[in-house]
């Protein structure tokens, strides 16, 4: 089957503006008889359920939290990006789209890429419009801070809690819309299975959480929102309930999966502590603006410190290997995710490691510190020799730009990072693959679309820090909804779509067939052993470094597990009810079958790229080394099981930029 990205014909700079001029509309009488089922309300999903419903469609929104605003988008800390150039400092639309393909390693869609850059800076217009108390300078402007990847201040922020307030203005948009009745809001709702209707996408299975009762919805499309599956490897920052279930049931039905392989791992996370957790903590790439990573040059002081014999602030500057900026002096401590996240791990590796477990490196703010004291007291009039002056003031700069994630740490840690410096490692995070889409964000399945992080669009083998929430919103509020209105206009007579058909009876069953299994099957061992067992051996084989022969054997080890799972797992309770681990296991069975898809991704791209390192493919430096024939993004559908799944190939083609070496020294 090829694949058609629709990508308009055009220049770059007009393909969307000119697309937009000549799409088919549906008139505003007609939404009204024309339903939407929005699966997932974060900032794409919530974003889109409270646009489409102003447009006029009726909106049926699922999310199996309690509240639209307990969405994991909640939990982004860093900022924004947009190119609206507010620091003067040589942004512009075309220098976001550059940033962002070459932070991808050249991997991600150049036409879609350009659109997310083009409506970067509507998306703050939104915003503001809606309340989002953006940081703001003493003047009154907006205020910017710089992220991984790029030379100019363009991320927008709010503290360290940036996600929760653009959560908090797509909430309020469709609380309106709730109000109305344009909005029908389903909390507590978790989709099972995606119901195809004539070749197109006419509805889903739903699970009522709380009484375990089994639903039907009808609509005329349906959009996913529902975010990545990072939690494949059981500890990730992702929240606990984050899952991949609704995007893989939808690859079960026809969707293609493209590049499931390539994950972010994020470089500034808390280390792990012990086999007890079950998730990791996330601090903010924002800090890296202003703290120093570095681990000690002598395996003395490493050994000490470890040892608790030395304090990290007893190593003088010299004996400090500072090593992002040793390798990288261009971007210093503001290199990509991936790049920052393999120097960590390679200086851990050779036996730096700064805590007891030997995996964890030193981010440090005394610098900062110094640095904005000196300043503040020199603005304020006081002696800015004085050390203890210019430590108060440094400490008071430092909380106001990032207080709330330096008293997340403390708390974690019982560590005081403004004494002391933070010790962070890298972990899983975003996931760049999902879905397959075209330009309009609609799967191959007819009728099915899919944004934000769930889909593969935009950021190709690595996401650049603080576009998640871009692309979230960007599909969201301003592409979505033109688009959608495109294929919608083919159904304005259609009339409601019923739930009574062979295929709603199908996907029910099958629904309820696997609850059945599981809650009957009374094996030995719970939903987290499996879980937590598959996670090791994706981080071990599947993790920040990859090779063939670990690769193959992850691809045997998970379908073996897949079996013994089905055989053996033990689910207590019963299913009317609310039984968080029966929609656990539901989820970690997906799971189960997309770490199999994801090895043999991994297998079959033989190249290193972004968040993808392949160890037999590297540079002499140990930098990702990409290849010329894997320039494409790899679409795999379904076939039964996914040892079967066939590969089909998007060739990506660069007609605006130069495709070259990667390099961020």
């Known amino acids: 089957m090829a694949l058609d990205s629709k990508i308009p014909k055009g220049p770059l700079a007009d393909k969307w503006t000119n697309y937009k001029n000549n799409i088919n509309l549906v008139n505003p009488a007609n939404k009204r008889n024309i339903d939407v089922i929005v699966v997932g309300t974060g900032l794409a999903g919530g974003s889109a359920a409270a646009t489409l419903a102003e447009l006029g469609y009726n909106v049926k929104a699922f999310c199996f939290q309690d509240s639209p605003r307990r969405a994991h988008s909640i939990a982004a800390q860093g900022g924004i990006n947009a190119a609206k150039n507010y620091q003067g400092d040589g942004d512009s639309t075309y220098r976001l789209f550059y940033d962002t393909v070459k932070g991808g390693d050249y991997r991600s869609r150049e036409a879609n890429v350009y659109r997310l850059a083009e409506v970067s800076a509507n998306i703050i217009d939104q915003c503001v419009a809606q309340g989002v108390p953006f940081a703001r300078e003493y003047g009154g402007y907006l205020d910017n801070r710089s992220f991984g990847g790029v030379l100019v201040s363009r991320t927008f922020y709010a503290a360290g809690q940036t996600g929760q307030q653009l959560l908090l203005g797509a909430y309020s948009a469709m609380n309106r819309q709730i109000g109305r009745g344009k909005i029908t809001m389903y909390n507590r709702h978790e989709m099972l299975d995606v119901v195809v209707v004539g070749g197109k996408a006419r509805g889903i299975i739903a699970r009522n959480l709380v009484t375990g009762e089994v639903e039907r919805h009808s609509a005329h499309a349906v959009v996913l929102g529902t975010g990545g599956y990072g939690n494949v490897f059981f500890l990730s920052t992702n929240a606990m309930g984050s899952n991949v279930t609704a995007a893989w049931k939808a690859h079960k039905r026809g969707a293609f999966f493209a590049n499931p392989c390539y994950t ?169 693959g999902g879905l397959w889409v075209d330009y309009n964000l609609m799967t191959n399945v007819p009728g099915l679309y899919c944004i934000g992080e769930a889909n593969f669009s935009d950021h190709g083998a690595n996401r650049l820090g603080a576009s998640a929430l871009m692309q979230g919103l960007a599909d969201g509020y301003f592409v979505l909804p033109y688009t959608i209105g495109d294929y919608l206009a083919q159904d304005i007579r259609t009339g409601k779509i019923p739930t009574d058909t062979p295929e709603f009876d199908e996907a029910e069953k099958s629904v309820k067939d696997n609850l059945e299994h599981l809650i009957n099957n009374n094996g030995t061992h719970s939903v987290d052993h499996f879980h937590k067992r598959l996670g090791k051996i994706m981080w071990n084989k599947c993790g920040m470094a990859r090779n063939a022969q670990g690769l193959r054997e992850a691809i045997v080890e998970i379908a073996e597990l897949r079996e013994e799972f089905w055989k053996d797992v033990r689910v207590p309770g019963i299913q009317n009810e609310y039984n968080e681990e029966l929609a656990k296991a539901m989820r970690v069975a997906d799971y189960l079958e997309l770490g199999e898809l994801f090895a043999k991704d991994a297998l079959e791209r033989e190249e290193s790229a972004g968040g993808h390192f392949r160890e037999e493919f590297q540079t002499e430096e140990g930098e990702a080394l990409r290849r010329p024939e894997f320039q494409y993004v790899a679409a795999w559908e379904f076939k039964g099981a996914p040892k079967d799944a066939v590969l089909h190939k998007e060739e990506l083609e660069f007609e605006n930029i130069e495709v070259k070496e990667r390099s961020y020294k």
């Open 264 to 432: 972010q791992i994020h470089p500034t996370c808390i280390p792990v502590s012990g086999e007890h957790q079950s998730k990791l903590t996330l601090m903010s790439e924002s800090l890296r603006n202003d703290g120093r990573i570095w681990v000690p040059k002598n395996m003395d002081d490493v050994l000490a410190i470890r040892e608790g014999k030395l304090k990290p602030t007893d190593i003088p500057a010299e004996n400090r290997d500072y090593y992002l900026e040793r390798r990288y002096p261009a971007f210093g401590n503001l290199v990509p995710r991936d790049v920052a996240s393999r120097a960590a791990k390679e200086r851990c590796d050779a036996g730096y490691g700064v805590n007891k477990t030997g995996e964890a490196v030193f981010l440090d703010f005394a610098s900062a510190i110094e640095r904005y004291g000196k300043e503040r007291a020199h603005v304020r009039g006081y002696d800015e020799n004085d050390p203890k002056v210019v430590k108060k003031f440094g400490q008071e700069v430092i909380k106001e730009k990032y207080g709330n994630l330096f008293q997340m740490y403390e708390k974690i840690v019982d560590q005081n990072p403004y004494e002391t410096p933070m010790m962070i490692y890298p972990a899983v995070h975003y996931t760049m």
